[in-house]
C-alpha cells in the first residue's frame, strides 16, 4: 500500500458547486496533516493544516478521520480561482514528509 | 522578504553534462529539503538536511549530491545528468510545524 494515496481525478465541477476528495494514509503515527494547492506550473502553497479532527478556513473544511485513516478537503460554492491540483500530506516522518500524487479540480463556467 | 529562491529557472542539458541547481533561503530555517516532480508521480524527496553540515537521503537520491556549508544555501549537484534526470526541481524549507514553503521550481530538461 502507497504511504499517500489520493484520487488523480480530474474532478469538473461548475462554479457553485461542492467538491470534495479524500486523501488515505498508511502511517497511523501521523499526528498532522496538511493540503496543499498547486496551480499549474507553479510551486504548492499550503491551504490548510489539521492537528485535530478536522480544520475550517472560509469555504474550505478539512476533515480527519483517524480510525479510518483518510483526511478530507470539502470545496463549498467553487469558484473558477480553485482550479488547481490539491496535495495531501501526512507528517508520518518530521524529517521526511510524504505528498500524494495529488487531485486535480477543474471549476467550470 | 524573498523567502527560498531558486536558479535557473529553466536549463537544458545534454547527458552526461553535469550542473548545480541553486537555492537559497532567507527565513533562517534550519530544515532545507529537494524535491522532484514527474507527471503522475506527485512530489518525491531527492536529499534533505537538519542544519548546516548534516545532509541526508531522501526517496530517490541516485545521480544526485548535496552539501549544506551554510544555513542559508542547499545546492543540488547533477554530476552526470541523464535523460531520466528531465523533472522539474522544488527546493523547500520546513518552519514551525511542519509547514513547508517551496521555491518557484526549476525545469531541467536533459537531451
Known amino acids: 500500500r502507497k504511504e499517500v494515496e489520493q484520487d488523480p481525478g480530474p474532478f469538473n465541477v461548475p462554479e457553485g458547486a461542492t467538491v470534495a476528495f479524500n486523501c488515505t494514509y498508511s502511517?497511523?503515527?501521523?499526528?498532522?496533516f496538511f493540503w496543499y494547492r498547486q496551480d499549474c506550473r507553479k510551486e504548492p502553497k499550503l491551504l490548510m493544516s489539521v492537528y485535530s479532527s478536522g480544520n475550517e478556513d472560509g469555504r474550505f473544511t478539512a476533515q480527519l478521520n483517524r480510525a479510518s485513516q483518510y483526511i478530507s478537503l470539502l470545496i463549498r460554492d467553487s469558484k473558477l480561482s480553485d482550479s488547481a491540483t490539491y496535495l495531501c500530506?501526512?507528517?508520518?516522518?518530521?524529517?521526511?514528509?510524504?505528498f500524494g500524487s495529488g487531485t486535480q479540480l477543474t471549476v467550470l463556467p | 522578504n524573498a523567502g527560498v529562491t531558486q536558479t535557473p529557472k529553466f536549463q537544458v542539458l545534454k547527458t552526461g553534462q553535469s550542473m548545480t541547481l541553486q537555492c537559497a533561503q532567507d527565513m533562517n530555517h534550519e530544515y532545507m529539503s529537494w524535491y522532484r516532480q514527474d507527471p503522475g508521480m506527485g512530489l518525491r524527496l531527492i536529499h534533505y538536511s537538519v542544519g548546516a553540515g548534516i545532509t541526508d537521503q531522501g526517496e530517490v537520491p541516485n545521480g544526485y549530491n548535496v552539501s549544506r556549508s551554510t544555513t542559508e544555501d542547499f545546492p543540488l549537484r547533477l554530476l552526470s545528468a541523464a535523460p531520466s534526470q528531465t523533472s522539474v526541481y522544488f527546493c523547500?524549507?520546513?518552519?514551525?510545524?511542519?509547514?513547508?514553503?517551496f521555491g518557484a521550481g526549476s525545469r531541467l530538461t536533459v537531451l
Open positions: 523547500a524549507t520546513r518552519g514551525g510545524a511542519n509547514v513547508l514553503t
Open positions: 500530506v501526512p507528517s508520518g516522518s518530521a524529517r521526511q514528509l510524504t
Open positions: 502511517n497511523s503515527a501521523s499526528q498532522s
